[in-house]
Nanobody
Framework: QVRLAESGGGLVQAGGSLRLSCAASERTSSRYALGWFRQAPGKEREFVGGINWSGGSRVRYGDSVKGRFTISRDNAKNTVYLQMSDLKLEDTAVYYC??????????????WGQGTQVTVSS
């Protein structure tokens, strides 16, 4: 059982930046891709970004965040990061960390974190 703990959410103004972190309870680099999904009220959970076990070699992003968000991974710390820039009102959501097989489709996620709220204000 892999436990995922997110941190770094909060309130930020539109155009600002925020970094989320997700610490895994054990080494996941050889088994799982790590990544982020988000869910706004009344909407389905949406893929944000994912990174595979070897670090920077394979990364993918959801269309709505390409060019603004960057995902990275520190295998030594069992941690994945989501650097969010140029935040928009529509980025407001609960952000969930996820672990599963690459390319980390929602239906194949093995483990979810509890989620962290990100609120973007005007």
């Amino acid at each position: 059982q892999v436990r995922l703990a997110e941190s770094g959410g909060g309130l930020v103004q539109a155009g600002g930046s925020l970094r989320l972190s997700c610490a895994a309870s054990e080494r996941t680099s050889s088994r799982y891709a790590l990544g982020w999904f988000r869910q706004a009220p009344g909407k389905e959970r949406e893929f944000v970004g994912g990174i595979n076990w070897s670090g920077g070699s394979r990364v993918r992003y959801g269309d709505s965040v390409k060019g603004r968000f960057t995902i990275s991974r520190d295998n030594a710390k069992n941690t994945v990061y989501l650097q969010m820039s140029d935040l928009k009102l529509e980025d407001t959501a609960v952000y969930y960390c996820a672990a599963g097989p690459w390319p980390l489709y929602r239906v194949t996620v093995n483990y979810w974190g509890q989620g962290t709220q990100v609120t973007v204000s005007s």
